[in-house]
């Protein structure tokens, strides 16, 4: 199982950028996914995920009305629309997995316990 995030970088206060999220080695439509990221210092924080059917999203307030969550399903790949980016966006940016049962198809929360993760990537907003 892989997950590869990409698209990070080095952007100022109110620009954007699209992270991707490109899974193999299970079946993509069998997986919740959800985006996270850490600053450094603190901890780890829930920002976006997707539900397995990928008819359902769900938000941080943090990032509501400037994030978008969406998917490929023909390309196996999750994006991070990220705009209107502030610099207390700045962290590495994670992607996870979690593998859920079809009664579960229509739901994300990202506080489930998620499977796979990627390696993260990097977003620096300067102000």
């Known amino acids: 199982v892989q997950l590869v995030e990409s698209g990070g970088g080095l952007v100022q206060a109110g620009g954007s950028l699209r992270l991707s999220c490109a899974v193999s080695?299970?079946?993509?439509?069998?997986?919740?996914i959800g985006w996270f990221r850490q600053a450094p210092g603190k901890e780890r924080e829930g920002v976006s995920c997707i539900s397995s059917s990928r008819r359902v999203t769900y938000y941080a307030d943090s990032v509501k009305g400037r994030f978008t969550i969406s998917s490929d399903n023909a390309k196996n790949t999750v994006y991070l629309q990220m705009n209107n980016l502030k610099p207390e966006d700045t962290a590495v940016y994670y992607c996870?997995?979690?593998?859920?049962?079809?009664?579960?198809?229509?739901?994300?929360?990202?506080?489930?316990?998620?499977?796979?993760w990627g390696q993260g990537t990097q977003v620096t907003v300067s102000s």
């Open positions: 080695g299970f079946t993509f439509g069998d997986a919740a």
């Open positions: 996870a997995a979690v593998r859920i049962p079809w009664t579960y198809r229509n739901s994300c929360v990202l506080g489930w316990t998620y499977e796979y």
